[in-house]
T-cell receptor
Framework: GESVGLHLPTLSVQEGDNSIINCAYS??????FIWYKQESGKGPQFIID?????DKRQGQRVTVLLNKTVKHLSLQIAATQPGDSAVYFC??????????FGAGTRLFVKA | DTEVTQTPKHLVMGMTNKKSLKCEQH?????MYWYKQKAKKPPELMFV???????INESVPSRFSPECPNSSLLNLHLHALQPEDSALYLC???????????????FGQGTRLTVV
C-alpha cells in the first residue's frame, strides 16, 4: 500500500556534527514532500519542503534531497545543536489534502 | 499570526461523556485538518475541511463528529469514546490545495485526550 517509511528509528549525533535523516516513500504519484520536527509535548513544526520537480532545496542549516528514481528523501541538518533534538517526520502528498506521515526518526544530540 | 490554537490542552472524559475539542486559526487558511497521534507514532489524518466543507473523512468512527462553523474555527465533537481513543488530537491548517497544489500545514499544540 501507500506508505512513507524511514530507515532508522533513532539517530544519535555529536553536537556540531551534521545529521542525515532518511526517508523512503512508495507512492510514485507523490509530488510534494515535507519535513516536520516534533518536540515533546508540541505539535509538528514545518521545517522544509520540496516539490517533485526539484532534487534539492536548502534552508537555514537544513537541506532536503529528493531522489525520485529510488523514491528516497533525506534531511540534512548542518552543525547539529541540542535544540535540534526531536522527532523528525517526512510526509508525502500526491495532490489535494491527503498528506501521509512516515514513521518518524528520533534525533538525539550529544553535548 | 502563524498560530493554530487548540483548546483544551488536556481533557479527561468518561466513556459516556460528550465533549468538544476546539481549534482556531487566523492565517486566512482555507483548509483545516484533524489528526490523531498515538504515542511514538506519526499523526494519522482523520478529517479535512476545505472552504468549510468536509473534504476527507478517513473512515473515522461516528463517535467523532467534526464541525467547521466558519473559516477560522474547527471543532471535533466527541461522544461515547473508548479508552483506545486516548491520544493526542492535532489540528492543522494550510492555505489549501489551489489547483491541486498543496502547501505545508501549520499544527496546533494538540489536545491530550484521556478516555477513562
Amino acid at each position: 500500500g501507500e506508505s512513507v517509511g524511514l530507515h532508522l528509528p533513532t539517530l544519535s549525533v555529536q553536537e556540531g556534527d551534521n545529521s542525515i535523516i532518511n526517508c523512503a516513500y512508495s507512492n510514485s504519484a507523490s509530488d510534494y514532500f515535507i519535513w516536520y520536527k516534533q518536540e515533546s509535548g508540541k505539535g509538528p513544526q514545518f521545517i522544509i519542503d520540496i516539490r517533485s520537480n526539484m532534487d534539492k532545496r536548502q534552508g537555514q542549516r537544513v537541506t532536503v534531497l529528493l531522489n525520485k528514481t529510488v523514491k528516497h528523501l533525506s534531511l540534512q541538518i548542518a552543525a547539529t545543536q541540542p535544540g535540534d533534538s526531536a522527532v523528525y517526520f517526512c510526509a508525502e502528498n500526491g495532490g489535494g489534502f491527503k498528506t501521509i506521515f512516515g514513521a518518524g526518526t528520533r534525533l538525539f544530540v550529544k553535548a | 499570526d502563524t498560530e493554530v490554537t487548540q483548546t483544551p490542552k488536556h481533557l479527561v472524559m468518561g466513556m459516556t461523556n460528550k465533549k468538544s475539542l476546539k481549534c482556531e486559526q487566523h492565517m486566512g487558511h482555507r483548509a483545516m485538518y484533524w489528526y490523531k497521534q498515538k504515542a511514538k507514532k506519526p499523526p494519522e489524518l482523520m478529517f479535512v475541511y476545505s472552504y468549510e466543507k468536509l473534504s476527507i473523512n478517513e473512515s473515522v468512527p461516528s463517535r467523532f463528529s467534526p464541525e467547521c462553523p466558519n473559516s477560522s474555527l474547527l471543532n471535533l465533537h466527541l461522544h461515547a469514546l473508548q479508552p483506545e481513543d486516548s491520544a493526542l488530537y492535532l489540528c492543522a491548517s494550510s492555505q489549501g490545495a489551489n489547483r491541486g497544489v498543496n502547501t505545508e500545514a501549520f499544527f496546533g499544540q494538540g489536545t491530550r485526550l484521556t478516555v477513562v
